[in-house]
């Protein structure tokens, strides 16, 4: 019985929060503690079990950087800061921000946290009235606690910090803080330990997770959306897209020590241009979403070897593409299973969810095998790729119990075979691969880039960016001083998260602080290069063009298809 080839990706990456010597939001350090190492460390669980994990230099940058404490971060600081010598603004800040975590699996599981929640925000009067020194300590060590992974909460000193849970001395804070350090200093070296075993194959995306295909021509967007209306200044990179990847995979062989065969393009973005210079930088394969192998193929049959695939099943294979700079290979997602698990089961018991996982992909497997016989099998693929982090804190445990389960059932289950994407391609036969000769640009959401570019705040973003490049350009032509630290600021603030911010699309508590966040990095650029800043990077772009319409119910994550979407999360 041959199986059927599971390849699954998790995406790690946050944008660079880092302004000057201070982080200006704590969420690459709370992920780090909670979900990057143990995400690493299921693997480290169940060493048969192989799987891709895919890191962005954004985020690497970032731990490295905490780990070099280099920079400051408030919440950092306000977790181990001795209580009796917190301001008004210190406790101020700690009330608005220490309970930024989902209520009911993160604050709810402490009798104590929720009673300090219930104290802040039910209890009527002035909060900090309501809140003595004890319950400061408390609240510091209990946000960190709440962003701290399971199996680590099983262990010292962490498991007695968790069952003590209230009336922490300063000691014990001194003691979380420490072992917090621990673990994020133990995330890079497991991964390079566990890419060393070739248990995981480790890839890498552009280097601030930009849309390349919006570098390369914001006009690309017109692919899957011909009526958009797109900025007043076209931006046209290719340069620029090119150094993004470039930086990102010298990055990558400079701290891993390894070169990345694969890269997932940001939020699966791709374009036949964005394909070739993925390729001409050397790598051997990439992936995005079905939707963009949809719009590109449309309904028609392909031919294959000797088989003609049918359209619905196209996405259960991988793709040649030749590019100007040689071959390269397309995964699909399958983005049902892939939101299966970043949205469906976060309410379900684990066992039913890994069951149901796995007899879907049982079900693709025997579809397959019916259509066109068991030998398809060495060519077939699923993937399954979704972001690595942002789901987790939505299930119970973290997701422990139904991670735990599904790597067990995976590896134990004959007809399927969890294989890196590397690893599938090598026991394909090429020849008998689909081949790509064109490529509709889009996402890995609805296939197009309408998160990005559009609304008219998404594109006063992208005039304001096109207006500093052009900045950038003409000093450049001068060989004027600040260049290269000019140059570091664009690419920031070419970063996704931005636009992923501005528009009707998503909310966030601190949308101001990614707003202010993008027009400092691009007011850096003016700075650096000693050029006045345009007086509209001084005014909000966030707000600006509202139109009064209800914010889609969406933060970090978002699910694949605008159908999908309406089920709600």
Request: proline share 5%; charged share 25%; glycine share 6%.
């Amino acid at each position: 019985m041959t199986p059927i080839k599971l390849c699954l990706l998790w995406h790690q990456h946050q944008p660079y929060y880092r302004a000057g010597n201070e982080f200006r939001m704590p969420w690459a350090w709370l992920h780090a503690t909670k979900d990057y190492l143990e995400m690493a460390e299921h693997f480290e669980r169940h060493p048969t079990m192989r799987g891709t994990i895919n890191l962005v230099p954004s985020l690497v940058k970032q731990i490295e950087e905490y780990i070099a404490g280099d920079a400051h971060d408030r919440v950092l600081d306000l977790m181990t800061k001795d209580a009796g010598t917190l301001w008004s603004g210190d406790q101020i800040f700690m009330l608005d921000n220490f309970f930024i975590a989902h209520r009911e699996r993160l604050i709810d599981r402490s009798p104590r946290y929720r009673e300090l929640y219930e104290k802040a925000y039910f209890r009527g009067a002035d909060r900090q009235s309501n809140f003595d020194l004890q319950d400061y300590r408390d609240l510091a060590v209990h946000y960190s606690l709440a962003w701290t992974g399971e199996i680590s909460r099983g262990r010292e000193p962490f498991k007695t910090l968790v069952e003590k849970d209230r009336g922490y001395s300063e000691e014990d804070k001194q003691t979380l803080a420490k072992a917090q350090m621990e673990n994020v200093r133990r995330i890079i070296p497991l991964h390079r330990e566990l890419a060393r075993r070739e248990q995981i194959e480790l890839t890498t995306s552009p280097f601030y997770h930009p849309i390349v295909p919006l570098l390369i021509d914001t006009d690309s967007a017109r692919d899957a959306m011909p009526n958009v209306v797109l900025p007043d200044r076209r931006f046209h990179s290719p340069e620029e897209a090119d150094e993004q990847i470039h930086r990102a995979q010298e990055f990558f062989k400079s701290n891993f020590g390894i070169e990345p065969k694969g890269m997932w393009p940001s939020e699966g973005s791709l374009s036949w241009d964005a394909l070739t210079l993925i390729r001409k930088n050397g790598f051997e394969w990439t992936a995005t979403d079905e939707a963009v192998l949809r719009n590109t193929i449309g309904v028609a049959p392909t031919i294959a070897g000797n088989i003609t695939i049918k359209p619905e099943h196209a996405k259960y294979f991988p793709w040649r593409a030749e590019a100007a700079e040689g071959e390269i290979v397309l995964f699909f997602r399958d983005h049902s299973l892939s939101d299966d698990i970043g949205f469906t089961y976060q309410t379900w018991n684990a066992d039913d969810a890994v069951q149901n996982f796995v007899q879907n992909i049982l079900r693709i497997r025997s579809e397959l095998v019916n259509e066109y016989g068991e030998d398809v099998l060495s060519e077939a693929c699923i993937s399954v790729i979704l972001d690595g982090e942002n789901c987790w804190e939505y299930y119970w445990n973290n997701g422990f119990e139904f991670l735990d389960r599904l790597y067990s059932a995976l590896v134990s289950t004959p007809e399927i075979q969890p294989v890196t994407f590397s690893e599938a391609i090598a026991t394909s036969r090429r020849d008998a691969l689909p081949m790509l000769t064109t490529l509709t640009a889009g996402s890995w959401i609805q296939g197009n880039f309408q998160i990005w570019v559009g609304h008219p705040e998404d594109n006063a973003a992208w005039d304001a960016l096109s207006t500093a490049k052009a900045a950038l350009d003409q000093t450049r032509a001068q060989n004027a001083p600040g260049l290269e630290a000019a140059h570091e600021e664009l690419m920031i603030a070419e970063g996704s998260d931005w636009c992923w911010w501005y528009g009707d699309d998503h909310f966030s508590a601190q949308q101001n602080i990614f707003d202010e966040l993008y027009r400092m990095h691009l007011s850096e650029v003016y700075r650096t290069l000693g050029l006045p800043t345009p007086e509209n990077l001084k005014q909000p772009i966030s707000g600006q063009f509202s139109n009064g319409s209800p914010v889609a119910k969406y933060g970090a994550m978002q699910r694949a298809t605008e159908d999908n979407a309406a089920k709600g999360l």
